[in-house]
């Protein structure tokens, strides 16, 4: 699957704040992902990602 910066997602597990909603800020070896309820980020490897995805929503690029 392919991320772009500004993507959004809806994890399976809750985040320690209770958000579950994730903005993905950096590309590259790993994806820089960032909590839109606390703002904590973190990097995960592609296939980390792809296993806690529970609804992937792609950014409307006009």
Same mark, same amino acid.
């Given at each position: 699957?392919?991320?772009?910066?500004?993507?959004?997602?809806?994890? =399976?597990?809750?985040?320690?704040?209770?958000?579950?909603?994730?903005?993905?800020?950096?590309?590259?070896?790993? !994806? $820089? @992902? =960032?909590?839109?309820?606390?703002?904590?980020?973190?990097?995960?490897?592609?296939?980390?990602?792809?296993?806690? !995805? $529970? @609804?992937?929503?792609?950014?409307?690029?006009?």
């Amino acid at each position: 699957m392919t991320y772009s910066l500004g993507d959004k997602f809806i994890s =399976k597990k809750s985040h320690a704040c209770g958000g579950n909603e994730w903005q993905i800020v950096r590309t590259g070896a790993d !994806i $820089k @992902v =960032k909590c839109t309820k606390c703002g904590r980020a973190i990097f995960l490897s592609p296939d980390e990602l792809q296993k806690i !995805i $529970k @609804v992937y929503q792609k950014q409307n690029k006009d």
